[in-house]
């Protein structure tokens, strides 16, 4: 488990956005930046943070998902990106630990990505952030996951699993229509399996101790 920064479990070479190298000063110009996402750090209430090698050599730290692109002919918007961090992190950061895992069984697989306001995307998974030891992680109906995707059109996504169909077609075969999801619900139970009579099996007697 770390405490504040993390290895992403997988590095991965992508672009990021130059206006957020200089702190959007007005005489940058804009362009893409090859780099290597190397980390992942957490501040409660704000957006995860990448940490990144540049191609001349430098390390930046805690750049938001947004910053970022596979394509570095992802827009020619530079006033204003193709998703902003809102639709990209939908909830902030909980707290400073949390862990980093790439799942095996989901490793660059592909994925439906809703991010709100009816607007779907497909992406590929990358790796997951579990946040714990807080408050919401401990609670049942607040605790996620955060799962880092890379969309079809290059950007970068940190959502929860609600807002993600995975597609293995070997399995999957009852994917619903594209633009709705399955109706789950958010557990909000707290599960002890010692919170009843009768537990204890004998082994432990007035004798033994």
Known sequence: MAFHIADVPRPMYAYVDSRYLYDFAADVIPEWRSCMIYGLSALPGRAWGLSVLL?????????????????SDYTADWEQHYHDLTELQVWSCYGNTFATHEYGALS????????????????RYWFTAAPWDDCFSTTPDQHKHFNFMWLECGALASLPG???LFNDPSFTTNMPAWGSRPAYQVNTRYWFPE??????????TEVSG
């Open 162 to 164: 609600n807002r993600l």
């Open 108 to 123: 660059e697989m592909s994925a439906r990505v809703y991010l709100g306001n009816g607007k779907w995307e497909m992406g």
């Open 55 to 71: 191609d001349d050599g430098a390390i930046y730290q805690h750049l938001p998902v947004h910053a970022f692109s596979l394509r």
């Open 195 to 204: 919170d009843r009579e009768g537990i204890f099996d004998g082994t432990i």
